[in-house]
Each structure stands twice: as C-alpha cells, then as structure tokens.
C-alpha cells in the first residue's frame, strides 16, 4: 500500500529533529559546564509544528534524554544523587508546556485559516449569484423595454397613424377654411406624436430579436448620429455578424450608444467609427473618434458614463478597453463571447 503523505511527512520530520537533537547534545556534551539545554526548543518547535503533538512530545523526551547523557557523558557532579533526575524533570516538563502551547498556536492558525477559506468561498459563491440575478433582472427589464417599445410602434403607432390619416381625409373634405385650418393643425399634432412614439419605441427596443438586429441598430445609430448632430459617423462591419443572444446584442448596443454621446458631447470629434466584427466565438465592438481623447491611464471612475459601460461589459462577462485611437482621439473596444 502506498504510504499516507502526512505520515510520511511526519517520519521525515522527526528525524530530522532527532539528528539536530543529537548534534546539539554532542555539542552540549563538548563545551562541559556550559548547557545548551534552551537550545533543544528549535527542533522541539520544529517538529511539533510540522508534526503534531505526538512527535513534538517525542522529540522532547528525546532532547531531555539527550541533555541528561551529556551531562553524565562529561562527568557532571551532583550535590544530591536524584538532581539530574529533578533537573531533567523540570526540563521535560518545561518542553512540554511549550509543545502544548505550540500546537495550541497551530490549532487556531489553521482554524482561522479554514475560516478564512469558507469565508472567501461563500463571498465568492455569493458574487457568482449576484451576477446571476444582475442578468436575470438586465434580462427581465430588456424584455419588458421590448414589449413596450413593440407595443408604442405597433398598437398606438399605428392608432396614431389612422388617426392621422382620417385628419387628412377631413382636410379634403372640409367646406369652410376654419374647419380645414383645424384640420391641418390636427393632422400636424398627428404626425408629431407618431415620430415621437417611433423615436420612444426606437429607444425602448433599439434592437430587434432577429440575428443581425445588432448590426441593424448599429448602422441606424451611426445614421442617427450624422443626422442628428452633424458628426460624420460611419457603420464599419466587412463581414455579417449575427448575434444570437439578444441580451449580448442589447449590451453591446448601449455601450456603444454611450461611447458614440461622449464623443459627440466631450471629445468634439468631427468624425467617429462604429466598428463590427466576429473572430471565432468573440465579437468585438468599437468605437474611435478624432476627438482630443482621453488621459493615459484612464482613470477608473473617469465619469458616470465609463462605470456605466464597465458594468455593462461585466454583465455578458466580457472585457473593456478604452485608450488612444490611431486618430488621436479615443478608442473604446468592447469584446464578449457569443457562439453562433
């Protein structure tokens, strides 16, 4: 039978304690009237810290019959013929309580070491759950944003746009200039609130469930963007990428939503790049500007907006880097893992 490795480890230590004991004796036995009996306390230690409380012991009856072979080794003489048995006594007596109290000492250290140990596990296990449920609930608020968004566009989007064209048809068909003026200004508060109830829908559910909804929503941002504030920005993805996980998609998509508005709002950029693209399982999502970018190291809680997309990266595990585009100006690059 293969022998036990704390046995093993156990035999190994006492001897080693048996030898140092052996040559502090002889050193002991050398110098005569000098004692060296507090020197036996290092292989003492030694073995009942590696060893336990029975080979600690061990070695210090060993030292005691060590120091008292010394002494009668080099002649020692006695005013009473039981001293060197009252001395060893003492001696043995003194080993002892420090075995004990060093085992004692070790007892507590790991104690508290597996202490320690359980308490990191179940933090650990508390943070694995607590990013669940962060994911069930990103994915339980994503799904109610969708319903909602699909909801405005397809039941009042499109009450409003009836409603509109029955303004119309009441413009056509009116027979006095007051009740077509009233007519037109109807149908013009009409058509004011479907592009509002579109731009809501579009903001609740900017992407759709559909595998290539990302690069859809992406390419309307960057057309969005253009149009809205006069930036050139460009939709850049050389191959199709679908996206099978629609939580995955929707992060992906507000981060980028946030890092295309602190170009526009603090980097001044005059143009900006959303970029697209799958290598393997990774998708990777970017976004440079020529702005005057950020300091080198970004610092960690540069803005509400970085924590913002920091955490959303966390959610679908993946990782964030934020540096110095070619442009010069700033280069956010989100990565995350999605099988196709």
Known sequence: MKPQPRASSSVATAAIAMVTVAIIGWIDYLTGEYSLAVFYLGPICFAAWRAGRSVGHFIALFSV??????????????????????????????????????????????????????????????????????????????????????????????????????????????????????????????????????????????????????????????????????????????????????????????????????AVKHATASEIRIGLERHGETITVEVEDDGTGLPEPVPASKGIGLRVMRHRTQLISGTLEIGSSPAGGTRVSCRAQSPL
């Open 65 to 262: 019959a060590a120091w008292v072979l010394s002494d009668f080794g080099m002649g020692r003489v006695y005013g009473h013929p039981l001293m060197p048995y009252w001395n060893a006594a003492i001696l043995a007596a003194i080993y002892g309580i420090v075995v004990h109290l060093l085992c004692a000492l070790h007892a507590l250290q790991m104690e508290l070491e597996a202490r320690v140990a359980q308490r990191t596990s179940a933090l650990a296990n508390a943070n694995v759950e607590l990013k669940a449920m962060e994911r069930e609930v990103m994915e339980i608020t994503e799904r109610e944003r969708q319903r909602i968004g699909e909801d405005l566009h397809d039941s009042l989007g499109q009450k409003l746009t009836a409603a509109s064209l029955t303004a119309n048809a009441l413009v056509l068909e009116s027979t006095t200039a007051e009740l077509t003026s009233l007519a037109e200004g109807l149908g013009r508060q009409l058509r004011e609130a479907i592009a509002e109830t579109r731009t809501l829908s579009h903001g609740l559910a900017p992407v759709s469930l559909q595998d290539d909804g990302l690069m859809h929503a992406l390419h309307a941002l960057a057309d969005s963007t253009t149009q809205a504030v006069g930036v050139r920005c460009v939709f850049d993805c050389p191959a199709p990428v679908p996206v099978t996980n629609s939580t995955i998609a929707f992060q992906f998509y507000r981060i980028a939503q946030e890092a295309v508005n602190n």
